[in-house]
């Protein structure tokens, strides 16, 4: 089993920076994909940003040139920079990850518990 955690969402003010991090533990052989979802109230989850094990980057056309997700592969760690933030950025973020466990060849997809990004003045 894997589990996701992740810290850093708050309440920022617009114009403001959020850093969000994702930190996966459990039984893990190696991760491909890990990414960035978020969902605000009344609509479905979105992504935000994702990255591919050698470090490709793919993000969603609002947040280009505001976001900037990177990832650390020693610490099966992702994070999400994320300046001039508007109000339409609000929702809670959730961490995905898609982990090879040891000595198989699927892939597993999981998920974080999410956290909340509010931007208000």
């Known amino acids: 089993q894997v589990q996701l955690v992740e810290s850093g969402g708050g309440l920022v003010q617009p114009g403001g920076s959020l850093r969000l991090s994702c930190a996966a533990s459990g039984s893990i052989f190696s991760i491909n994909d890990m990414g960035w979802y978020r969902q605000a109230p009344g609509k479905q989850r979105e992504l935000v940003a994702a990255?591919?094990?050698?470090?490709?980057?793919n993000y969603a056309d609002s947040v280009k040139g505001r976001f900037t997700i990177s990832r650390d592969n020693a610490k099966y760690a992702v994070y999400l920079q994320m300046a001039s933030l508007k109000p339409e950025d609000t929702g809670v973020y959730y961490c995905?990850?898609?982990?090879?466990?040891?000595?198989?060849?699927?892939?597993?997809?999981?998920w974080g518990q999410g956290t909340q990004v509010t931007v208000s003045s």
């Open positions: 995905n990850a898609e982990v090879v466990p040891p000595g198989d060849l699927r892939v597993d997809n999981y």
């Open positions: 990255v591919t094990g050698d470090g490709s980057t």
